[in-house]
T-cell receptor, first 115, second 113 residues
Framework: DTEVTQTPKHLVMGMTNKKSLKCEQH?????MYWYKQKAKKPPELMFV???????INESVPSRFSPECPNSSLLNLHLHALQPEDSALYLC??????????????FGAGSRLTVL | ELKVEQNPLFLSMQEGKNYTIYCNYS?????LYWYRQDPGKSLESLFV?????AVKQEGRLMASLDTKARLSTLHITAAVHDLSATYFC?????????????FGTGTRLKVLA
């Protein structure tokens, strides 16, 4: 299995809702990432988990709450979002190859619309 | 703060022409990655450059790395329509026991028939 699976593909939520984005990989990768991407912009790093521990939080507002229940799963819990949080949320995983490369494998993304 | 900049940001070119995309980064790093993103899709890995002077080629695309200049190039030879996409370079740098993976500003390539 060489895929990263993200669900749902599309999500529409109101500003008072609570929802979650899910990400799963079975490649044995021990680093997992959340990125946010606005239209015509590069992916912006949000969180990095390394060996199931949160190692990087890029000063993301607390209305985004990541969780890594085990080495295969990564969640992003959403609460009280703002319309400007509407974006494509990308999950990725990576591992170090023997040659020293750290290549990301991305999921297809979850497109979030906040009304 | 790690910064990764690309130019041009947008490139419209005729089929059959050659062009180069540039990627500059602000930190010392021996590793540079190139990714491609098709409209409405996710990112896929194209090249991994792991040392100064590294050169990789795949079809009409060739990537190179100059770590002393903190510069990578992606050269397109005899462009075809299928190469139309957004291209991102990326750098990872050590932070807090892991690596921060930062993407460049992106180059949106449009190849005209």
């Amino acid at each position: 299995d060489t895929e990263v699976t993200q669900t749902p593909k599309h999500l529409v939520m109101g500003m008072t809702n609570k929802k979650s984005l899910k990400c799963e990989q079975h490649m044995g990768h021990r680093a997992m990432y959340w990125y946010k991407q606005k239209a015509k912009k590069p992916p912006e790093l949000m969180f990095v988990y390394s060996y199931e521990k949160l190692s990087i939080n890029e000063s993301v507002p607390s209305r985004f709450s990541p969780e890594c229940p085990n080495s295969s799963l990564l969640n992003l819990h959403l609460h009280a979002l703002q319309p400007e949080d509407s974006a494509l949320y990308l999950c990725a995983s990576s591992h170090w190859t023997g040659s020293g490369a750290n290549v990301l494998t991305f999921g297809a993304g979850s497109r979030l619309t906040v009304l | 703060e790690l910064k990764v900049e690309q130019n041009p940001l947008f490139l419209s070119m005729q089929e059959g022409k050659n062009y180069t995309i540039y990627c500059n980064y602000s930190t010392t790093s021996d590793r540079l990655y190139w990714y491609r993103q098709d409209p409405g899709k996710s990112l896929e890995s194209l090249f991994v450059l792991l040392s100064n002077g590294a050169v990789k080629q795949e079809g009409r695309l060739m990537a190179s790395l100059d770590t002393k200049a903190r510069l990578s190039t992606l050269h397109i030879t005899a462009a075809v329509h299928d190469l139309s996409a957004t291209y991102f370079c990326a750098v990872d740098s050590p932070t807090s026991g892991t690596y921060k993976y930062i993407f460049g500003t992106g180059t949106r390539l449009k190849v005209l028939a």
